[in-house]
Structures are given as structure tokens and as C-alpha cells.
């Protein structure tokens, strides 16, 4: 029964690692906007933009 | 870009719109001009396209096809000049350390993912722009660059350059941190859901009924941990409930949450002392539940529309700086030095920031913002003008008479404040219900106690807080935001944006209507033409409408379209006078169209605005009218809403139209003419006062008196990004014609709400019976409580996305 604490102890400090990620991106603005980044991802990436450039 | 590329585009995009412009998307009519085998309908549009291809950047027109904007090309290069003053700039940017500034703009013309694009690859467009970041949803830019080599006032030209003027405003000056008050709700959440999850894995020994098998240590261990969980979620998260309540009982009122943070902490108090003294089992999953679910309401509660400003005050109308003539010419000044006794020069569709006398130039001035009415007014030197009014049309020198914050404008702004200062808070469903139910729960929970202080003292303190734990109203307190919130939504997809939830709630309770006439029953730009006068020939027709196309007046743009399809006839000698009319000389005949004045014509004796005289060398033909259009379907809403409602109008405009207007809206509607901005508001206030709860729906600032003091006020607005003045909700045109039905759902929401009080209120008394004997397990406890809320959210969202789907709203 004693892996059972150990277990615990572990499956807390994982669940509270990814409550404090959520926490973290929280106060980085990562929910600031939640619309633009969708649109955002479509554009074509930086390298391609500078190949169209020197046409 | 070398020739050589522009052959290839030329080959590639050999599927070409005719007529419409590769830039903006319009039609460009006759007069286009074409480019790398394109056409554009103005030079402007022109200048933008080359300016982007020059610099690589022809990747905005394949995103969106013709996602441009017109660009205003009337204006003067250094008019932006004021930007760079100390006292501006320092105001205006984020961050300047003398080299690098950013900068946020308010950019209410991003519509697409090329506006984003766009403005997001500026930095290859000019290479002092370090970069720039837009916020779609609240249609902002922030820009980084370099302001030693770019100053402001370039940086704002270049945006305007490309049809992205900055909407820079008075109210820009002392700006506020963009809003993040939704963080500490997601992180309370998130705490509340982390512990949540855990507690109900650490109880779970306990509902299974296995803490006599386990070993007793670890049974313990689970106990201790769970109150551990607990600590966070009672001391953060619900810190959310704890705030409103106790400001409530400073106020010695009752509200929603006041129940809510007493069953909280009794539930955690008592759950500790059991835990921690009696080896008892506590209630801590309860605890996590409740307060995880009550969030997740809250949650609901919080929907914004981030694009749509509600809460605009009269500064966000007037201009930062304005154009004051001086003895060495002409310098931008801040508004706030504009002292009585200047002379300040407007140009084209600029705004007048301060009452005054016009001193010289045409003055054609659009009071749409303070009066409502699209009509524009005429006003010659010596004529007092009004702060507000956007002159079109040429250049005029205004002596300023009181300064900018003594005007007309600001004292009708200040006694509306005054209005809505005295107006009362209606107490929402929710809160009247708490009012009766906190005392009847603490009654029951003496009660229950007193009695087991005779029958078995062991029990008072069990049964007594098991009262006031089963009786926590957290279903009761979810169902309004559910509700609520969920109407809101189903609004907002249909094009009615309310301002928060509670605005649905007090739809509900509307007993009148008041409508504002011009611009919100009927269609602004869109006009009903009539013609009065000797018929023209064909051949006339074609006559007029080869002067007219040549003419940008919105009244010639309308008589343009009225006569689309002639033929265009070669002009010559055209000439405008601004204001008054244009003419010029077709084949051997001289057309002159334009106002009666201008043409010789005697004016009917109803003189009214929107007519356009014709005359034929010197002989006058008649008249063209363009009445107001009543919005489609005007007549259909009316009909429905008389059934129910008192409807009232009240009309800044003449009486003219006594008759259409009464024709449309019925004879049961209380009609009045030549309301000044404050009549509207004593209108308002007089049915208030006289107990009805009103809905005022108007467009105007004019209006803004009105909708301040009615019980909800609306705005109607032909697209979402137009200004509005400040208001409860936002109408779109095209969602007009369903208003009964907006008004009909908010009704049915609040018989949704009534229905899962009594839902709430059954599974409290089934608890309840339990508590009062004493036999509330932990067990029954957990699945309880969370299986009532679960049902209430349930309920509510299904409930009101039916009745909207009966409503026709979806």
C-alpha cells in the first residue's frame, strides 16, 4: 500500500505542473486573443514570403 | 517588381471581374483605370496596388478578392502633425525610450485575414516599422518602430495611405490597459477544476465504502489531502462569491450571493472539523463541486463583444487636434487650447469640435451623430454651427464662440449622465429570490437546531449546518446566467448584441417602445424616389444622368442610380457649386441640377430636404424627392409589437411625414414631432416615471439622452463597426425586422428561468428532508448538489435554445 502514497504524491505534482502551465500562459496573454492566431496560421510561412519577394 | 514579373501576373490571372476593382472590390463603372491587366475604380485604389506590388507585397490580394479599402485621398499630408506634439504623443504611445516606441491604434476597418496580413507584414513596406501585431477581435493594431527615423505623425499618414486610418479620438488620450479581467476568473476556475478532479479521486475509497478494508493510515492520509485541496478553492476561488456578497451586506442588502458564500463556508468549516476531529468524511467534493459549478456560470455570464463599443462617451467623437489659423498660417492644435475667440479651419468630412460662427466657405454640415438626421444642413458665413456636425463638402474658417467642453454637445452628454446617475438599479429575478430565501434557510437551520437541542443534543450542529449545506441555492444561482447568457448568445448570432445578460432580463419586463424616425425606422442612404413635374423624355433622362454621374453628393449618387441604364452622353463646362448644385453643358442644351434656389424653381410650399431640381436651359422640368425608406418589414414589426406594447415616436424631423409614418406604424402609435435631444429624454423619463419600463431604439446622439433613461436602450446600426452612441444593445439593420421576436425570447427566457427556480427548489427540498433529520451523508451530499446544477444548466440552455428555435430566431 505504500506505492499508493507515492503514486499520489506523483499523479498531484504532474496534475498541479500542468495547473500551473495553464496559469502561466494565462498571465502571458496566451488568451488575450483568441481569434487572430487562428487566422494568423494560414498566411504563408516568413522563408516563402521572402522567396515571393525577390521575384 | 520588374516588368518581366508583371508579364506573368498578367498571363497567370487572365480570369479577371471586369468591372469591379482588384483593390476594394467595387464596381468601377466607366471610369476605370487598368494596370497590369486590371481595373481599379479610382486612382487611389490604383496608388495602393502599386505601392504593395512595388514592395512584394501582392500576397493581400490573393487572400481575400478585393479586400481594400478606399483610401481618402482629400485630405493633406500634414494633418497628422498634431500627433507629434509632445503633449500628444507622449499621451498616445505604450513605450517610447527616445529610439524604439510602440504604439496601439484602434483600426475599425480590419474586416479580413488580408487586413491582418497586411498589416502584419508592414514592416517590408516601410523599414523603420520594426512590427506590428492586430487584435481581430477588438480590431486593433500595435506597432513597433523606430520613432527617430518615423515619427508618429508619418506613421498614421502611411496607415491612412493605405485606407487604415487610425480612429484616434479624444478619449485615446488617457487610454486604459487593454481589459484582462477575465484572467482571474480562468484561474479560479482552473484552480477550482484541478482540485475538484482530485478530491472527487481522493473520496473515492469513501463512496465505494471501502474505507473499513484499507488500511486506516491511508484513509486518513486521503482525508488530509482533500483538505489541503480545499485551502486554495475556499481561499481563491470562491473568493469570487465571498467579494459581491459581503459588499451586498455592507449595503445591508440581500443578493445572490449571499446564501452562496454562507453555505460555502459552512461547508468547508464544517467538513474541516469533521475531517480533523471526528475522523468524519467531511465534504469536501461538495465543496469543490459547488464552487466549480457556480464558476462555470459566472463563466457564462462574462460573454462580450469585444468589436462593439457600448459605453462610448462624447469624447470618442471629437478629434485630438484641429486646424487653428494664426497670424503665421495654419498649425494643428490640441483640442483641449482651443480657447473662445479662435479661428480653426475644417476640411472635408472633418468633425467641428466646438460651437461657433462660420466666418467663410460653403458649409454643408451632417448633424447625423447629434441629431440623427442624414440630411445634411446648409449653413452660410454668419451661420452658428454646432460641435458635432461633420462638414462635407469644401474647406470653411469657424470662429469658436465657447470652447469645446462648454458646447451644446457636452451639455446634452452631461444631462444624460445626470439621468442615468438617477436612474434606479432594477433588481434582477435572482436577487428577489434570495431576498426571501437566505431568511426562510437561516429560519430552517434555527429551526432544525432548537429542535435537536430537545430530541438529541449530539445532533444540533450536524443537522443545523446540513440545512444550510443542502440548502446552498447553487442550482437556483445557475440558473439565471444559463439562461441568460444562452438568450445572449442565440441574440448575438442572430445580429442583437446586448451589452451583458441582465440587459435580456429587463427586455423582458418591457411594457412600451419608444422608436426614434430617421435612421432607425427608416434606412439610412436608401431612399424612396419620387419625381414631381413634366415627365422627362428618354433623351432627358439620359441628359441628367450624364451630369449627374459625374458628381459624388450623396443626392446625385441617388439620382445616378435612380437613372442607371442610360446611355452616358459627352459633357462639357461642368462645374459644382458646392451645397447648391451642379451643371453643365450636354450636346447644344445646358442641364443645371441642384437645389430650387439654384435652378430658379419656386420651392413647393412643404419644402423638404432630399429633393433635386432639373432644369433644361434655364426651363425647369420638376423635381426629383428622395423620402426616407421605411425599413423593410417596418410595418409587420409594428403590427405585432401593438398587440403587446405601447409604441411611441419620437422625431426630431418636421411633421411632414406625419401620415407615411402613421400609416406604417399604425393608428395606436403615440406620435411626436420636432423633439429637441432633451424632449426625447424628458419623453423617456415622463413613461418611467409613470411606471412603464421602456425600450427606447433610436441611432443617433441625439437619441443618446433617451436611450440613457429608458430601461433598455437600443441602437440600430447598418453595420456592426459603425458609431454608435452609448447603449444597453446593438440592432443590426438587417435583424430588425425580428425585434418582437428578440423581445419574445427574452420573455420566454425568464419563464425558463422561473422554471428551473422550482426545478432547484425540489431537489432543495428533497435534501432538505434528509438534513432537518440529521441523515445527510457526505455520500448523498456529493451526489446531490451537483446532480441539481447539472439538471438546471441542462434545462436552461435547452430550454431557451428551443424557445428560440420556435421564435424563428435561428
Known sequence: MDVMLVLIGFSLAVAAGFLGAFIWALKHGQYDDLRTPAIRILFESSADRQKDKKE | ?810
Request: aromatic share 10%.
Open chain 2, 1 to 810: 517588381m520588374s516588368d518581366q514579373v508583371r508579364q506573368v501576373v498578367r498571363q497567370t490571372d487572365s480570369i479577371e471581374v471586369p468591372l469591379s476593382c482588384y483593390h476594394c472590390g467595387d464596381p468601377c463603372g466607366d471610369g476605370a483605370i487598368r494596370e497590369d491587366g486590371r481595373s481599379f475604380c479610382c486612382s487611389g485604389c490604383q496608388t495602393v496596388y502599386s505601392l504593395l506590388y512595388e514592395h512584394g507585397l501582392g500576397t493581400y490580394y490573393t487572400l481575400e478578392s478585393g479586400p481594400g479599402l478606399k483610401p481618402d485621398q482629400a485630405h493633406r499630408v500634414d494633418r497628422f502633425a498634431y500627433l507629434d506634439r509632445d503633449g500628444v504623443r507622449s499621451r498616445l504611445l505604450d513605450f517610447d525610450d527616445g529610439r524604439t516606441a510602440r504604439v496601439t491604434f484602434s483600426v475599425p476597418q480590419v474586416h479580413c485575414s488580408s487586413c491582418i496580413w497586411l498589416l502584419e507584414n508592414l514592416y517590408r513596406l516601410h523599414e523603420s516599422i520594426l512590427s506590428s501585431r492586430v487584435d481581430f477581435q477588438r480590431r486593433r493594431v500595435s506597432l513597433s518602430f523606430d520613432i527617430e527615423k518615423l515619427p508618429l505623425s508619418r506613421l498614421v499618414g502611411l496607415l491612412a495611405s493605405l485606407g487604415y486610418e487610425p480612429e484616434i479620438s479624444l478619449s485615446d488620450l488617457d487610454r486604459k490597459q487593454p481589459d484582462r479581467s477575465y484572467r482571474p476568473l480562468y484561474a479560479r476556475l482552473a484552480v477550482a477544476g484541478f482540485c475538484l478532479g482530485n478530491v472527487m479521486l481522493l473520496s473515492f475509497p469513501r463512496y465505494l465504502g471501502l474505507e473499513g478494508t484499507t488500511e486506516t493510515a491511508v484513509s486518513r492520509l486521503f482525508d488530509y489531502l482533500k483538505i489541503l485541496l480545499a485551502v486554495p478553492v475556499f481561499f481563491y476561488s470562491a473568493v469570487e462569491f465571498f467579494k459581491p456578497a459581503l459588499s451586498a451586506l455592507r449595503h445591508r442588502r440581500v443578493n445572490m450571493d449571499v446564501p452562496i458564500a454562507l453555505g460555502i463556508v459552512v461547508l468547508f468549516v464544517r467538513s474541516t472539523y469533521d475531517i480533523l476531529l471526528l475522523n468524519g468524511a467531511g465534504y469536501i467534493d461538495s465543496l469543490c463541486a459547488l464552487v466549480f459549478l457556480l464558476l462555470v456560470g459566472r463563466l457564462y455570464q462574462m460573454k462580450t463583444y469585444f468589436s462593439l463599443a457600448f459605453d462610448r462617451s462624447y469624447r470618442s467623437y471629437l478629434p485630438i487636434a484641429v486646424m487653428k489659423k494664426t497670424v503665421f498660417g495654419e498649425a494643428s492644435v490640441p483640442l483641449e487650447e482651443i480657447k473662445a475667440g479662435d479661428i480653426i479651419v475644417l476640411r472635408n468630412r472633418e468633425i467641428i469640435p466646438a460651437d461657433g460662427i462660420l466666418l467663410s466657405g460653403q458649409a454643408e454640415i451632417d448633424y447625423s451623430f447629434v441629431t440623427g438626421e442624414s440630411a445634411t444642413v446648409r449653413a452660410e458665413s454668419g451661420d452658428l454651427v454646432y460641435a458635432g456636425g461633420r462638414q462635407c463638402g469644401s474647406t470653411i474658417e469657424v470662429e469658436v464662440t465657447r470652447e469645446p467642453s462648454r458646447s451644446y454637445l457636452l451639455q446634452l452628454w452631461e444631462e444624460t449622465e445626470a439621468v442615468v446617475r438617477q436612474k434606479p438599479t432594477l433588481a434582477t429575478l435572482a436577487n428577489r429570490m434570495s431576498y426571501y430565501f437566505t431568511p426562510a434557510v437561516l429560519a430552517l437551520a434555527s429551526l432544525t437546531g432548537i429542535y435537536w437541542w430537545f430530541a438529541d443534543r449530539s445532533l444540533v450542529w450536524s443537522a443545523a449546518t446540513s440545512v444550510l449545506i443542502v440548502a446552498c441555492p447553487c442550482a437556483l444561482a445557475l440558473a439565471s446566467p444559463i439562461a441568460l447568457g444562452t438568450a445572449q448568445r442565440l441574440m448575438g448570432k442572430a445580429r442583437f448584441f446586448v451589452k451583458d445578460s441582465d440587459v435580456v432580463e429587463r427586455i423582458a419586463s418591457v411594457t412600451a417602445l419608444v422608436f426614434d424616425k430617421t435612421g432607425t425606422i427608416t434606412q439610412s442612404g436608401a431612399a424612396e424616389p419620387d419625381y414631381v413635374g413634366r415627365p422627362p423624355s428618354n433623351i432627358e433622362q439620359a441628359m441628367i444622368y450624364s451630369v449627374v454621374r459625374q458628381s459624388t453628393h450623396p443626392l446625385s449618387v441617388q439620382l445616378r442610380d435612380l437613372l442607371a441604364g442610360q446611355q452616358a452622353l459627352p459633357t462639357i463646362d461642368f462645374s459644382e457649386q458646392p451645397g447648391r448644385g451642379i451643371r453643365a453643358v450636354v450636346g447644344a442644351h445646358s442641364i443645371k441640377v441642384g437645389s430650387a434656389d439654384y435652378v430658379n424653381a419656386d420651392a413647393a410650399p412643404d419644402a423638404q430636404p432630399n429633393v433635386v431640381y432639373v432644369s433644361i436651359d434655364d426651363a425647369v422640368l420638376g423635381f426629383y424627392r428622395f423620402a426616407n425608406r421605411f425599413r423593410p418589414g417596418l410595418k409587420e414589426v409594428a403590427t405585432r409589437l401593438v398587440e403587446r406594447f405601447r409604441l411611441s415616436l419620437v422625431s426630431g424631423d418636421h411633421e411632414g411625414d406625419r401620415s407615411r409614418v402613421s400609416d406604417v406604424l399604425g393608428p395606436c402609435a403615440d406620435l411626436h414631432f420636432n423633439q429637441s435631444p432633451s424632449d426625447k429624454l424628458q419623453f423617456v423619463n415622463q413613461k418611467i416615471q409613470a411606471g412603464e419600463r421602456v425600450v427606447m431604439v433610436g441611432d443617433g446622439l441625439n437619441d443618446a439622452g433617451g436611450l440613457n433613461a429608458a430601461t433598455v436602450g437600443l441602437t440600430v446600426v447598418e453595420d456592426d463597426s459603425s458609431f454608435s452612441p452609448s447603449s444597453d444593445g446593438v440592432l443590426s439593420a438587417r435583424s430588425f425586422r425580428q425585434l418582437p421576436q428578440f423581445i419574445a425570447l427574452a420573455h420566454d427566457t425568464v419563464t425558463v428561468i422561473k422554471l428551473s427556480f422550482a426545478l432547484s427548489l425540489l431537489y432543495n427540498l428533497v435534501g432538505l428532508w434528509f438534513a432537518v433529520q440529521g441523515l445527510l451523508s457526505p455520500v448523498l451530499a456529493a451526489v446531490l448538489m451537483p446532480a441539481s446544477s447539472v439538471t438546471v444548466v441542462l434545462f436552461s440552455t435547452l430550454a431557451t435554445g428551443y424557445f428560440a428555435h420556435r421564435r424563428g430566431i435561428l
